[in-house]
């Protein structure tokens, strides 16, 4: 652990914030890895220079996101508090709370999912195992089933678009495909449920689904993009 001269105490007025700052800022420098613990609760209010309900306001955030792991109880390593790794829900709760709040317009969704989705589908047609489409037809099978719910419907949608980011073996770009259809899920429901008849409107995505998986299967990325492209503008109405 760092010397206790490195922490900076605390100054402004929305404390917890500045709490979460520094020990962001300490994680960016390289000085906090995930498994490190940090210093007592007491003794890291002692060194920020803030009270311990503002230490643990920000604890409380920051182990919300997957950030840090209060683990309480007694023994060795009862009360104390260490350095996690980010849990992907947790990214995901901030983008659905940026989204309902009306920080992102429909159309800065609808572009970025575009620019995911095709980038996901051509190095999936370029990368995807045989394995990959296995589980991806298994999905698509699944999609067919004529009593599945528009919930149910729009969730193995979801597991679809995913599972294809996760062929290309970029974890960083499932993550992000995970997180954006989490955080659009509810949207998409309720675009599916407005539909005069749904379970008609469905015919038409299962073969556009078809499609794409068929040219990741035949390792042509350009058709794929091109056919992701046409199958959000369709969905949104924007083609």
């Given at each position: 652990?760092?010397?206790?001269s490195?922490?900076?105490?605390v100054?402004?007025?929305?404390?917890?914030?500045?709490?979460?700052?520094?020990?962001?800022?300490?994680?960016l420098?390289?000085?906090l890895?995930?498994?490190?613990?940090?210093?007592?609760?007491?003794?890291?209010?002692?060194?920020?220079?803030?009270?311990?309900?503002?230490?643990r306001e920000a604890l409380r955030?920051?182990?919300?996101?997957?950030?840090?792991?209060?683990?309480?109880g007694?023994?060795?390593e009862?009360?104390t508090?260490?350095?996690g790794r980010?849990?992907?829900?947790?990214?995901?709760?901030?983008?659905?709370?940026?989204l309902a709040?009306?920080h992102?317009?429909?159309?800065?969704?609808?572009?970025t999912?575009?620019?995911?989705?095709?980038?996901?589908?051509?190095?999936?047609?370029?990368?995807?195992?045989?394995?990959d489409?296995?589980?991806?037809?298994?999905?698509?099978?699944?999609?067919?089933?004529?009593?599945?719910?528009a919930?149910?419907?729009?969730?193995l949608?979801?597991?679809?678009?995913?599972?294809?980011a996760?062929?290309?073996?970029?974890a960083?770009a499932?993550?992000?495909?995970?997180?954006?259809r989490?955080?659009i899920?509810?949207?998409?429901?309720?675009?599916?449920?407005?539909l005069?008849?749904?379970?008609r409107?469905?015919?038409?995505?299962?073969a556009?689904h078809?499609?794409i998986l068929?040219?990741?299967?035949?390792?042509?990325?350009?058709?794929a993009a091109?056919?992701?492209?046409d199958?959000?503008?369709d969905?949104?109405?924007?083609?």
């Amino acid at each position: 652990m760092s010397s206790a001269s490195a922490w900076e105490p605390v100054r402004r007025v929305r404390t917890y914030e500045q709490v979460m700052a520094q020990i962001e800022q300490r994680m960016l420098d390289g000085l906090l890895a995930p498994g490190d613990r940090l210093p007592s609760e007491r003794e890291l209010a002692q060194l920020l220079g803030v009270s311990r309900p503002s230490l643990r306001e920000a604890l409380r955030v920051l182990e919300a996101l997957g950030i840090v792991d209060v683990r309480p109880g007694r023994g060795p390593e009862g009360g104390t508090v260490f350095v996690g790794r980010p849990r992907e829900g947790g990214f995901a709760i901030l983008l659905k709370m940026q989204l309902a709040l009306g920080h992102f317009s429909d159309g800065d969704v609808i572009r970025t999912r575009l620019m995911l989705e095709e980038w996901s589908v051509a190095e999936a047609a370029r990368h995807a195992t045989g394995a990959d489409h296995v589980e991806l037809r298994r999905i698509l099978d699944l999609m067919d089933a004529p009593e599945l719910s528009a919930r149910d419907f729009n969730r193995l949608d979801t597991e679809f678009h995913v599972r294809i980011a996760e062929s290309t073996g970029n974890a960083l770009a499932s993550y992000l495909m995970s997180s954006l259809r989490t955080a659009i899920h509810r949207r998409m429901i309720d675009a599916s449920e407005r539909l005069d008849d749904w379970r008609r409107a469905c015919g038409p995505v299962r073969a556009e689904h078809r499609a794409i998986l068929e040219a990741i299967e035949e390792h042509d990325p350009e058709r794929a993009a091109a056919l992701v492209r046409d199958h959000i503008k369709d969905f949104y109405g924007t083609g």
